[in-house]
């Protein structure tokens, strides 16, 4: 198993059954016209990627009394010319082709996403910034843990994975409650003291409410970078001269692996971006069954 692998807990085993449930809900017919017999089948990678959804894609070949064998590690940077050979899968033929086209769904898409990742991340370390750039909440539904698994083994952090993991208070939650001040309040009454609260601001006036309100990550939306850094640097420094410095300033909004250098400095602790998750090409795997057996 590789490190990544060790944060997943049972609940992926099930996550892998629905995915196989889904595509195979009655009679598989060409399983039928292939039979039992034992065969091989070779992984290849024809593209740009990074290796990622190794424990996903075993799981898939698990659950089907298969065993696959690697020949690179969770998190290798791949570029094959033409095709490369990273993995076999034994077993009967019939269940190799059962779990085919879900393993390489898994891993075409978890890998797109860690080569996203790894690019941003080698942006972030280029520059020198030393602050934490995540993924969003923006996943597909019922793949969240894959594509977070993605962000991880990409080397950026996942942000948080659910509504429950930590309070983050919007526009809308904003204008529901009738102030931010109300809306932290009411978050904090009932979240206790280990969850964060981050709130979205649209200027540096609902920034410092939410500070004074005891909000624990301000979120500025959707400035541009010259803006973002000024206002980032005028709210440190204004609450610096009243001994509050214990909160963060996170960005989002419009981000993406092309602008994001832009938005790298000091006063930034965090920067968010959907486009990690989202639009992002898959990798080109194929699973082939060995002709030469």
């Known amino acids: 198993m590789t490190a990544h692998a060790h944060l997943l807990a049972t609940n992926y085993k099930s996550l892998v059954a629905q995915y196989l ?12 016209v292939v039979g039992e017999d034992e065969q091989t089948a070779i992984l290849y990678c024809k593209a740009e990627g990074v290796v990622a959804g190794v424990p996903f894609f075993d799981e898939v070949f698990k659950q089907l009394e298969c065993r696959v064998e690697w020949f690179c590690k969770e998190g290798d940077y791949i570029k094959p010319k033409g095709r490369q050979e990273i993995a076999k899968v034994y077993g009967p033929a019939r269940k190799i082709l059962l779990g085919e086209r879900t393993a390489l769904n898994i891993i075409s898409r978890c890998s797109g996403i860690a080569l996203r ?7 972030k370390k280029a520059n020198g910034f030393n602050g934490v750039i995540a993924a969003t909440r923006k996943t597909t539904p019922g793949f969240r843990l894959v ?15 659910d509504l429950s993991a930590m309070v983050m208070l919007k526009d809308n939650h904003i204008w529901s409650s009738g102030s931010i001040t109300k809306a932290v309040q009411n978050a904090r009454s009932v979240c206790g003291f280990a969850l964060k609260i ?20 301000v979120m500025l939306d959707n400035f541009s970078s010259e803006e973002l850094k000024e206002a ?17 300033i996170e960005s989002s909004g419009g981000i993406t692996y092309e602008t994001c250098q832009a938005y790298f400095c000091n006063d930034i602790d965090i920067l968010s971006m959907s ?16 002709k030469s057996q």
């Open 198 to 217: 981050e709130v979205e601001c649209q200027s540096e006036e609902e920034a410092d409410e939410a500070i004074a309100a005891g909000a624990d990550i």
């Open 21 to 32: 449930a889904e595509d195979v809900p009655s009679f598989d017919y060409g399983g039928f």
């Open 147 to 161: 594509e977070k698994y993605g962000v991880l083994v990409g080397g950026l952090d996942t942000h948080r994975m």
């Open 275 to 290: 486009t990690i998750t989202q639009g992002v090409p898959h990798v080109d795997f194929s699973l082939k069954i060995n």
């Open 232 to 248: 980032a640097r005028r709210i440190k420094e204004r609450w610096a001269t009243k001994g509050r410095t214990n909160f963060m």
């Open 117 to 123: 990742a790894r690019k941003v991340y080698d942006l």
